[in-house]
């Protein structure tokens, strides 16, 4: 765990997160960031920067629920990441958008095909305030 902590604070230097996790989750003192393993450590994957993601614990949480619940959109998500990982940049809008597209059809059920009922609304209400996007398209 300790590897953990100090692999997150190296990646919060290097991505510049200002407040927003990799899923568009908000910060707070509730909801603090987390180091994800994007391959985990059960099947192989190491402990550093470049297996990692940068996931508040609601963020987390949602995702290890999709990687059950939703198999094809924890993979999207993972790609992402790993995507991120590679650019070795801050998250660009373009990729929150691309983040964004995803959430809508987990929180909306649309277009992703679902293993088991979810009751995902705790989730959407702590998405960064619902996401500018997500929030708007949901509550039409």
């Known amino acids: 765990m300790g590897d953990n902590l100090h692999n997150l604070k190296i990646m919060i230097k290097k991505y510049k997160p200002n407040g927003v996790d990799w899923m568009n989750?908000?910060?707070?003192?509730?909801?603090?960031?987390?180091?994800?393993?994007?391959?985990?450590?059960?099947?192989?994957?190491?402990?550093?920067?470049?297996?990692?993601?940068?996931?508040?614990?609601?963020?987390?949480?949602?995702?290890?629920?999709?990687?059950?619940?939703?198999?094809?959109?924890?993979?999207?998500?993972?790609?992402?990441?790993?995507?991120?990982?590679?650019?070795?940049?801050?998250?660009?809008?373009?990729?929150?958008?691309?983040i964004d597209d995803i959430l809508y059809r987990v929180f909306t059920q649309d277009g992703y095909e679902f293993l088991m009922d979810v009751d995902l609304s705790g989730y959407m209400d702590s998405y960064y305030h619902g996401s500018r996007k997500c929030k708007k398209k949901i509550r039409k």
């Open 25 to 98: 989750f908000i910060l707070s003192r509730r909801n603090p960031y987390t180091f994800h393993h994007i391959i985990s450590r059960h099947n192989g994957g190491e402990d550093d920067i470049s297996n990692g993601a940068i996931l508040t614990r609601n963020a987390h949480d949602l995702l290890h629920i999709l990687e059950y619940a939703c198999p094809d959109a924890f993979a999207d998500l993972q790609a992402i990441f790993v995507k991120i990982n590679y650019s070795a940049k801050p998250v660009s809008e373009k990729t929150l958008d691309e």
